[in-house]
């Protein structure tokens, strides 16, 4: 297993990896919200405005998974696959305009290519490729992969086996990245960072890390840790948060036996919201960035995750399953006026909010 639940990436739920997506900072208003649902009998990728109107079908791809928005908010990546995993089907990533129109096909490898994440200036996309037991040895293998967003120079960065999870730092000279290559035991796989072209790649933390997330100012990163420090445990997570360097580890959340997972910074960097079943049930929260004033925003019995920060920081959007199935709400970022965005019997989850531009 390769760090478990931060590289089971394609055949899970996307909506474990939409917190690891940065926003811009300041952006304007008028952004858009892009999700998945299942309204057409298959997962594709659609888009809303904030208020929940205007919800329109970007793909007519199956399968899909991923949607994450461009920098600039004009392109949408995503993987999809054209039968189901159990099936033999792989996933490849295919870029589009938010229009729906531009699709153009990324990735024609065998294996199984998702988790795109864009660089900050737009112009490539690193990702994690899998190769199913039976194309790879006997073992399942991952590397952290980039290509450019025309579909040329496709490289392999970590050439390992037992690496993924890639993301980038806000300046685009860095990609942080989970590894299981110094692992020993099942909770084994550290954090690493390396440059863009994957050059100097360095070990950050001793323990098991996953589910990372860069500050804004790209001199903190937060990060999963299952079972802290010396207790690997599955079903138990704790949330950290380092220096860009490994130095300064420092550990937010303390209560014992309980999951702790999928961080993400405010766009000002003075909070991070996360997901944890503290109150017996899986609820979005929020604290300071130093760890205090841990507080519940959903504060209901359904099941709540994959929260995402507005551009400007006074809004949240997550899944919930409160009205008996998936879900898209949005809340102010106090936890007040929480509104369900999709109102579909079909599945919806994996929300995002796009950066947002002046004119959009």
Do not use: C
Request: charge should be positive.
């Amino acid at each position: 297993m390769l760090v478990a639940a931060a590289l089971v990436l394609v055949v899970g739920t996307a909506s474990a990896f939409g917190t690891v997506r940065d926003l811009v900072l300041g952006a304007p208003v008028k952004s858009k919200i892009a999700f998945q649902s299942f309204r057409d009998g298959q997962f594709e990728a659609y888009m809303m405005n904030t208020d929940g109107s205007g919800q329109q079908r970007l793909t007519t791809k199956p399968n899909v998974l991923f949607p994450v928005w461009s920098p600039d908010g004009r392109k949408v990546a995503f993987a999809s696959a054209d039968r189901q995993p159990w099936d033999g089907g792989t996933f490849d990533l295919y870029v589009m305009d938010t229009d729906g129109s531009g699709l153009r096909r990324l990735t024609r490898d065998p294996a199984s290519d998702g988790w795109p994440v864009w660089s900050p200036d737009g112009r490539k996309i690193a990702f994690t490729r899998s190769h199913a037991p039976a194309e790879s040895r006997g073992r399942a293998e991952f590397d952290v992969y980039v290509i450019n967003v025309d579909g040329s120079g496709e490289r392999n960065l970590t050439d390992d086996g037992v690496s993924g999870g890639p993301v980038w730092s806000p300046d685009g000279q860095k990609i942080a990245f989970t590894s299981r290559r110094d692992a020993s035991g099942l909770w084994g796989g550290s954090i690493y960072v390396m440059n863009a072209d994957g050059s100097g790649q360095r070990r950050l933390t001793r323990d098991a890390g996953f589910a990372l997330g860069w500050s804004r100012d790209g001199r903190k990163i937060a990060f999963t840790r299952a079972g802290g420090r010396g207790r690997g445990r599955p079903g138990v997570s704790y949330i950290y948060v380092m220096n860009a360097d490994g130095s300064g580890e420092r550990r937010l959340t303390r209560e014992a036996g309980v999951n702790y997972s999928f961080p993400s910074w405010s766009p000002d960097g003075r909070k991070i919201v996360f997901v944890s079943e503290r109150d017996g049930n899986f609820e979005v929260y929020v604290m300071n960035a130093d760890g205090s004033g841990q507080r519940n925003l959903t504060r209901h019995p359904g099941h709540d995750s994959a929260p995402s920060w507005s551009p400007d920081g006074r809004k949240i959007v997550f899944t919930t399953k409160r009205d008996g199935n998936f879900e898209v709400y949005v809340m102010n970022a106090d936890g007040s006026e929480q509104q369900n965005l999709t109102r579909n019997p079909a599945p919806d989850r994996s929300p995002v909010w796009s950066p947002g531009r002046k004119g959009s």
